[in-house]
């Protein structure tokens, strides 16, 4: 790795910043715009069915019963596919099991209709089509344009500094947000996360904020200490598992809101939380979740293995309780008790989304201060 | 998602409720149940993961035994209080220790028996179809036959079939009742996902084992070697050696390195002034011996690439300039000829050296100064480094003559001269100024005719780290081992499926065969509803030709 400079480049790495940041902010604007307006029609809809229900002088206890059982719907897979009528009977969903005439339906399967949608794989996350959402559209798409103005500016600048575009706070912090994004970006394409939108647009924006305002560093050389292909490796899966956390940890305060609305309404009572309606149940939420935090797991797993063996090589020991390695234990440590809590009963609802959001804090911290104030071996931040 | 429990959880819920037996031997019981249980590992986790952020608050020991000193001095109050409750020592202290050994004993507890239960579920067959099916998480049924008036094929033969293609889906399976009128095939896959989690913990532990058996017989030491000079591996060669607890000197692998040149290069992009001279590279040209009588041979050293000697590793850690100096005593005698190893002090590298020279005779002479690489002096002011590069070298010393006190048998730090008890020939604020020498200016007599000193040339050194861990590779092996485990453990889905057949006639009066088939998950599963979608879909193409339908649930099904 030389150290040649381009510093033109370097400027234009900087305004593309700027532009993607205020992009960001727009699309921000559009995710809780279209939070309110599709809670808004949600309610309006609910309240029509209400009011549908009691004219027709149904009990409205058994509706209320399957739509708690549809909470659970995720792991016990009621079945709501077009082609696949199966009744769902699943030992929580029996109820909805119908009662017909022995098979006389006919409709013979052929090996064409593989279609598994419907199966329960979180299908409460799928996209609907009957829902019409315009201010999402706009946000998602605006967020596509951000992500690919925020790509040029970090890839520029990687290639001004004639290195990888991390070694330093501003650049973790642009090219977390990202990674943040491009992770957003990508699990969008397979399941409908918008509601997710303005907790991880908010936090792409606030990164990008802190780069620009609070460590701005002008492009600059790599030490010594740091050229290495370790650099590559350790940081970008380090990254990529922060990516993955500043997700789940949206999904974690979402998961204690429902829950508590959850409760509410079961006891009868209003929430004032509307927006909620437009995010998914609780347990949809934690079991996506958890999905997602077992692969962020696994990265932060070789996260810590790569830096020991990267310290090995540098420093001539794989582990020395420097600050920076301190804090990297605790997030793992944190983390590897939100795994225990899932399968530990008593530990697992909200206290597994408190743990998840103690872990983040973690991460942040870990970024933040550690990184600027703390004295250690990991002092690159470049302040 | 509490459904699915195993056995032990369900083991310690029934400790729960009981009163812990009387006794000393059922109080022990009842601590190792406590001690085992899942809730008591995630406490002891989060334990853990608290107990080691004070260690990123406090200087620790492990890290710079000075700061913790200095820490202390500082605080004289709180200090001696934080040090007795181990607070500089977190990581080797007794309740960071006792942590983690609970929750390795924990882990010992936990694992066993599930790997021995586990290992009895895999010689075992996959359990017996379960009577109602139909109470399984994932429930579906079809009726095959009846296209065109078609027949079913016979239970057992649909049996049959069905489990050699749960086989070839990765399951195994185990056919049941074949010959009566309802046989059944139970199914099991995955069964390598509990092998990932025990793998997993296990090889936890050895991590921890490894690091134990690297911290009791490994060791580490610092060597400073200048330009021309080498070092041999031996416990009287080094500057200061950390030993492990259990080490033995004997032990050491006799290797010598010769460092033949180093050169650093520092940032010379004047477009960039905030980095301008800020040091890009380093790197030592060093013959390697690997053991006395070997070739020798030349290699690079540089800051990420260490030197592995037979797992012994040698690194660069740091390095500086070392002027090669003659002092000549009152007599005219040599007393003193070679390099004195400077400590930089900031990115110019300013450079303090401290000089004693016992050998000068009638009285010891000491020197203690500066090294300037770059020196620029404007009118009236004492000169300075602008560069960390060797453009205009000088040495601004103060002399100082008398007993150096080294005889007393104290050992002394190389790097500081105590002048107290000596008397000052030149300093900076002494009438005759001090010591200076440069280019122009190579040789300076002392006052008092004490002596001389000449500037003969500038040396570069470099600091060496040599370490030998003999748990590096084990913990490393058990690292890659407990990464698979996890994968595994993670990823892989463990499942049971049963499959039922019975004959029926369909509307139409023709002989049909209706296949029931349920599926549960061990733990949580959202993939369940996907996989039963898939037997469908299995069943579908296996019997497409004679018919594949729906068969709705009757009401007899129910209750
Ligand atoms: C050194 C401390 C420990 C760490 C870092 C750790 C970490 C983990 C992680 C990350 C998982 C989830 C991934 C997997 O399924 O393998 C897990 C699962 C598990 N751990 Fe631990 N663990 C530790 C100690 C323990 C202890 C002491 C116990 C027993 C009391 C235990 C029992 C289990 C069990 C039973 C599972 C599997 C849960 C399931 O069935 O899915 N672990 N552990």
């Known amino acids: 790795m030389g150290s040649d400079i381009n510093v033109t480049l370097g400027n234009w790495s900087e305004w593309f910043m700027l532009l993607a940041a205020m992009t960001y902010m727009v699309v921000f604007v559009a995710f809780v715009w279209d939070m309110a307006s599709h809670s808004k029609t949600l309610g309006m809809q609910e309240a029509a069915r209400a009011r549908r229900r009691n004219a027709s002088a149904q009990d409205a206890s058994a509706d209320g019963a399957r739509e708690l059982v549809g909470a659970g719907a995720a792991h016990a897979g009621a079945s709501g596919g077009a082609g696949s009528s199966v009744a769902a009977s699943s030992g929580t969903a029996s109820a909805g099991g119908t009662t017909t005439d022995t098979g006389v339906s006919g409709e013979f399967r052929t090996s064409a209709d593989r279609s598994t949608r419907g199966a329960g794989e979180f299908e409460a996350l799928n996209y609907s089509h009957s829902a019409r959402r315009p201010a999402a559209r706009v946000a998602v798409m605006l967020m596509v344009i951000a992500f690919a103005l925020h790509a040029f500016a970090v890839v520029s600048r990687g290639v001004a500094a004639d290195r990888v575009p991390w070694a330093n706070m501003y650049e973790f912090c642009s090219t977390g947000a990202l990674v943040v994004a491009g992770v957003y970006l990508v699990t969008l394409v397979f399941k409908d996360l918008r509601f997710v939108g303005p907790m991880v647009s908010g936090l792409v924006l606030i990164m990008l904020c802190l780069a620009t305002i609070a460590f701005p560093t002008p492009v600059s050389p790599l030490q010594p200490a740091l050229q290495s292909y370790w650099l590559i490796i350790h940081v970008s899966i380090a990254v990529a598992a922060s990516g993955i956390f500043t997700i789940t940890f949206a999904m974690a305060v979402l998961q204690l809101l429902q829950s508590r609305r959850e409760k509410r309404l079961a006891l009868g009572e209003e929430s004032r939380m509307g927006f909620l309606r437009a995010v998914p149940s609780s347990v949809t939420l934690e079991n996506f979740a958890f999905r997602l935090n077992s692969v962020g797991f696994v990265f932060w797993t070789f996260t810590l293995a790569a830096g020991a063996i990267w310290a090995d090589q540098a420093w001539g020991r794989f582990w020395g309780w420097d600050t920076k390695e301190v804090w990297t234990f605790v997030v793992w440590t944190v983390y590897a008790a939100y795994m225990h809590a899932r399968v530990t009963r008593g530990w697992n609802g909200n206290r597994s989304a408190w743990l998840a959001i103690a872990g983040y804090m973690c991460v942040v911290f870990n970024f933040t201060v550690v990184n600027t104030l ?6 690159y931040s470049g302040l | 998602m509490t459904k699915a429990r195993t056995a032990r959880e369900r083991a310690s819920r029934r400790s729960d409720v009981e009163v ?4 000393p031997l059922g109080l022990l019981r009842w ?3 406590q001690l085992t249980k899942m809730s008591t590992a995630l406490v002891l986790l989060l334990l853990l993961a608290i107990a080691a952020v004070p260690g990123s608050l406090f200087p620790q020991r492990v890290q710079d035994p000075d700061e913790v000193a200095s820490y202390i001095q500082a605080n004289p109050t709180m200090g001696p209080w934080l040090d007795r409750l181990q607070l500089f020592d977190v990581y080797s202290s007794y309740w960071f220790s006792a942590i983690y050994l609970l929750l390795f004993i924990s882990l010992v507890g936990c694992v066993i028996p599930r790997a021995l239960q586990h290992f009895r579920a895999w010689r075992s067959k996959p359990p017996r179809t379960p009577q109602r099916i139909s109470r399984l998480p994932q429930y579906r049924k079809v009726m095959l036959g009846g296209r065109d008036g078609a027949a079913g094929p016979t239970p057992d033969e649909a049996i049959e079939r069905a489990a050699a293609a749960l086989k070839k889906r990765g399951y195994r399976v185990q056919p049941q009742d074949l010959g009566s009128a309802a046989p059944s095939v139970a199914a099991e896959r995955g069964m390598l996902k509990e092998v990932g989690n ?17 911290s009791l017989f490994g060791y580490k030491g610092q060597k400073v070697v200048v330009e021309g000079e080498s070092f041999v591996n031996t416990l009287v060669d080094y500057d200061s050696f950390t030993p492990g607890t259990n080490f033995d000197a004997d032990w050491l692998n006799p290797f010598s390195v010769q460092l033949n040149s180093f050169e650093a290069t520092f940032s010379r992009d004047t477009s960039d002034p905030e980095h301008y001279g800020q040091p890009t590279d380093f790197n030592a040209d060093v013959t390697l011996t690997d053991k006395p009588g070997a070739t020798p041979q030349d290699v690079h050293l540089a800051v990420n690439k260490p030197l592995n000697v037979n797992g012994t590793k040698v690194y660069l ?28 002090s900031d990115s110019v590298y300013t450079s303090s050296m401290t000089l004693k020279v016992p050998d000068a005779g009638p009285d010891q002479l000491g020197f203690v100064g500066l090294l300037l690489p770059t020196a620029v002096s404007k009118d009236g002011e004492i000169p300075k480094s602008v560069d960390p590069g060797l453009n205009n070298p000088a040495l601004i010393l103060s002399s100082f003559t008398g007993d150096l006190g080294l005889d007393s048998g104290q050992p002394q730090n190389v790097y500081v001269l105590d002048t107290q008890h000596l008397k000052e020939l030149n300093s900076m604020t002494s009438s005759n100024g001090p010591v200076l020498l440069d280019g122009q200016h190579r040789k300076v007599e002392l006052p008092e005719h004490k002596g001389s000193v000449e500037f003969l040339d500038v040396k570069r050194y470099v600091g060496l780290d040599v370490h030998s861990d003999p748990g590096r590779i084990p913990a490393f092996i058990s690292f890659l081992a407990a990464f698979a485990g996890l994968i595994m453990s993670l990823f892989i889905a463990r499942r049971r499926a049963w499959v039922r057949a019975t004959e029926a006639e369909d509307a139409n009066g023709v002989r049909c065969t209706v296949l029931e088939y349920g599926l549960l998950a061990r733990g949580e599963d959202h993939r369940l509803g996907v996989e039963a979608e898939k037997l469908t879909a299995l069943w579908t193409s296996l019997w497409e030709d004679r018919g594949v339908r729906d068969y709705h649930l009757k009401s007899s099904d129910e209750a």
Do not use: C, Q
């Open chain 2, 31 to 33: 601590a190792w149940r």
């Open chain 2, 20 to 23: 812990p037996a009387l006794g």
């Open chain 1, 374 to 379: 703390f004295p250690g071996l990991h002092s």
């Open chain 2, 198 to 214: 025990i793998i997993f913990h296990v090889a936890l532990l050895a991590v921890l084992i490894s690091v134990a058996v690297g």
């Open chain 2, 317 to 344: 850690v740091g390095n500086g300039y070392a002027p090669v100096v003659r002092v000549k005593d009152g007599a005219g005698h040599v007393a003193y000829e070679g390099p004195v190893v400077t400590v930089p």
